[in-house]
């Protein structure tokens, strides 16, 4: 049975998973919580009162729960959740004050920072994270167009701006190329004036260096000095003042980031510069150079600025391609739809179908809805959705998804899932959610930023005292400009980056080959899974199955068919529906039945034309007490004994006969439980199928173990004390019966063949549905994992090495000084080299054996 609720109390995508989470934990119920509308639909095996749902709820937050007749009878949503528990911190209070437009959730888009600051927290306006100050970037999606921080994906505008985290310019969720491209060309703009004014600087500053300098030779040092301040001023004031903006917000809120480093650098060498400029007299003499002046740094800054602005426009441009596969998903839906009327065509919006309409589909369109084919029969091209290339052939009744490609037939469809409702929008938006999504690893990284800023900034005061202490003169000169230089280098980016863009861009990959992974953890987790259970029908085998024969004590086949049938015509279960499809074949006549009721694990029971009428297992026998003759039990172990599933057939608790049904095993499973034994998964197959069946396709298939006559809280305890052992267990199934199941693992893995509720219980569905696809996100999870150690190294060598050389560790031995300049360039580049290093992993074959992957990314790595 399942109930509609309002909660109350919500107001960000952590309270909706809060309330969620906590519903779950309550046996017998499987709950989905919207944010907006404020909803929770609740799936239970029996009567829950909402009184035990309120207790749960109460004791995470101040939320409440009442029931409601329809999903339109909904609530209005009392105050915030979110301080409940904590007192909202000074960044969040300064966020809501000046950017009075972002709202967490907002169906119009979403934006969040790529470094997940705050978790989940997604925005509906562009900006800055308002913790490390990167740039929001925009979740793609095919609404209407929204910015979000690259690094802080709660961060969500309506309009272009900086991530009041971190300060990054946040970049368009996806609607068209001109929004996409906003925060691109307007940095590209600002770069180029940067250039223009930065570079004359530059040349002056360095003409020093000549003898006799020929610029001397137009106009005196003071005069230069001037050309030099006033070209500084749109560099700065123009081009970088997002920069300096982004540094104070950092500082009052406490937020210390990547822009705190590089506004306090570029701020000191100017109004050094300044001060020198105007007010030379107020500078001790140790602070002037061999010359007796006091040197300026308006190119130190300036170049700074522009260096800093070159690696934000190069973070701009990758970002960009790390969802490109989202992009390429967006792209298959078609804007339009051939709708029949009365036998006429008729062309209409896509997004003015509904259930039920007929549209025709013409050779080399693409499907514009899932539904399934009422007349005619083509081969379609799926490969965009499975990743297999192979067409696959359709006819009536067969079932077409959104964005596959007709091939050279035409065909009438009728539409059963439109708009949201769709495969295509439901993988684009799992794809969404879990690139947005923390892995475990991230959690080292997250710590080390945490201290990061206030570090290097201690880091530098000490440079500067220990070169006044020890350092040649000018020593404070020389202190200075080693202290800035730290300041610059340091790049707490490229350690919030290292683990994200591997992610985004390994979701992205998985869901180009039709894995569809919900979060990062269950990415993460799926390289290390020691032990994979799988159900039989539809898992192992096709979950097609078909009627081979039906036996009757009184030769009366007919008769029991029509009752089977008649009972079976309410049950969603793949073996009702093949003796359903039989008995249609057969003309049968299906009768009402006023009583169904589906025993879990064991069949089905009903009344039939005043008759009490049982099909199922030997267990519903039993407890219905229905008498079983040893001639009808040896014909059934016959037939078991073959790997075929007989359900016994009981009229008024007396078993006249059996259906004996054939499921064909998939014609990849044995190669993939093959492959995965051979990595050292143990592989068991929990069924509910009987010991004899079961056996059968056990020693076909050379699994590890196996067992039979499973229910679903047998197959809960099996994985429960697997894990109690200690070992990380991963579930493959595909029916309502492996839901609990699949939430219990590890890893849940759905058959996206399967039902609505197995696939919304898993962490990974695999579109295709055969157990090859669990290979394959395996091979993921490695690459992916082993993408994110290289970032993570690449980020803790770059700060590690660079900060101690900034202050000047090489002077003592080699005479070497790192300028601010050249700390700006590396600094820049950190962020970008870990961004390119995970889009490596779009070039990831996933139909390569491990070692061969692995292999490719080591040569790979190697050579770049």
Known sequence: MTHHYTISGMSCDGCRNKVEKTLNTIEGIQAEVTLNPPLATITMEKHVPTEKFQEAL?????????????????????????ST???????????????TAIHYHNTTGIFYCPMHCEGDKTYTKAGDCPVCGMDLVPQVTQKAAQYTCPMHPEIVSNEPGDCPICGMNLVAIQTS??????????????????????????????????????????????????????????????????????????????????????????????????????????????????????????????????????????????????????????????????????????????????????????????????????????????????????????KSGDK????????????????????????????????????????????????????????????????????????????????????????????????????????????????QHGILIKNAEALENMNKIEVLIVDKTGTITEGKPSVEKIYAV???????????????????????????????RKNQTILEVPDFEAVAGKGVIGTVNNLKVALGNKKLMIQVGASITKEIENKIIAEQNLGKTVSYIAID??????????????????????????QGVEVIMLTGDNIHTAKAV????????????????????????????????????????????????????????????????AKITLVKGDLNGILKAKKLSHAVMKNIKQNLFFAFIYNVLGVPIAAGMLYPVFGILLSPMLAALAMSLSSVSVIVNALRLRNLNLKKKLYETAYYYYFYFDNC
């Open 698 to 761: 056990a020693d076909d298939l050379h699994l590890s173990s196996f067992k039979a006559d499973c229910l679903p809280e047998d197959k809960l305890k099996e994985i429960k004390r697997l894990q109690a052992e200690g070992k990380i267990v991963a579930m493959a199934g595909d029916g309502i019966n492996d839901a609990p199941a699949l939430a219990q693992a590890n890893i849940g893995i759905a058959m996206g063949t399967g039902t609505d509720v197995a696939i919304k219980s």
């Open 554 to 584: 009184n030769n009366d086949v007919d008769f029991l068919l029509q009752n089977i049938a008649s009972l079976n015509q309410h049950s969603e279960h793949p073996l009702a529906q093949a003796v359903v499809e039989f008995a249609k």
């Open 58 to 82: 109460t004791e995470v937050g101040k939320y409440t729960i009442e029931m409601t007749s329809s999903k339109n009878d909904l609530a209005t949503p009392t105050k915030s959740c979110c």
């Open 177 to 394: 190329e001109t929004d996409e491209n906003t925060t691109y060309k307007d940095l590209a703009k600002k770069m180029k004036v940067a250039t223009l004014f930065t570079l004359p600087i530059f040349i002056i500053s360095m003409s020093e260096m000549i003898p006799n300098n020929p610029l001397y030779h137009l106009m005196s040092l003071e005069k230069w000095n001037w050309v030099q301040f006033l070209f500084s001023i749109p560099v700065l004031f123009y081009a970088g003042w997002m920069f300096f903006v982004r540094a104070y917000k950092s500082i009052i809120t406490w937020n210390l980031n990547m822009f705190t480093l590089i506004g306090i650098g570029t701020s000191v060498a100017f109004l050094f510069s300044i001060f020198g400029m105007f007010l030379p007299d107020i500078f001790p003499v140790e602070f002037r150079s061999h010359h007796g002046a006091i040197p300026l740094y308006f190119e130190a800054a300036t170049v700074i600025i522009t260096l800093v602005l070159l690696g934000q426009l190069l973070e701009a441009k990758a970002h960009g391609q790390t969802n490109g596969a989202i992009k390429e998903l967006l792209k298959l839906a078609p804007t339009q739809a051939t709708l029949v009327v009365e036998g006429a065509d008729k062309v209409i919006s896509i997004h003015d179908i509904v259930k039920g309409n007929l549209l025709r589909v013409k050779p080399g369109e693409k499907i514009p809805v899932d539904g399934k084919i009422k007349t005619g029969e083509s081969s379609i091209d799926e490969a965009m959705i499975t990743g297999e290339p192979i067409p696959v052939d359709k």
């Open 653 to 678: 608790n007396v078993v006249l006969g059996y259906v004996s049904i054939t499921d064909a095993i998939k014609e990849n499973s044995a190669k993939a439980i093959k492959d995965l034994i051979d």
């Open 400 to 511: 077409v998804i959104a964005g596959t490609i007709n091939g050279t037939k035409s065909f009438v469809m009728m539409a059963e899932k439109v708009g949201s409702e769709t495969m295509l929008s439901q993988i684009i938006q799992m794809v969404n959610d879990a690139s947005r999504s923390r892995a475990p690893i991230q959690k080292l990284a997250d710590r080390v930023a945490k201290y990061f800023v206030p570090t290097v900034v201690i880091i530098s005061i000490l440079t500067f005292f220990v070169w006044v202490k020890f350092g040649p003169e000018p020593a404070y000169i020389y202190g200075l400009i080693n202290a800035i230089a730290v300041l610059i280098i340091a790049c707490p980016c490229a350690l919030g980056l290292a683990t994200p863009m591997s992610v985004m861009v390994g979701v992205g990959k998985g869901a």
């Open 85 to 99: 528990h904590k007192k909202e911190n000074h960044a969040e209070h300064l966020h809501k004050k000046e950017t």
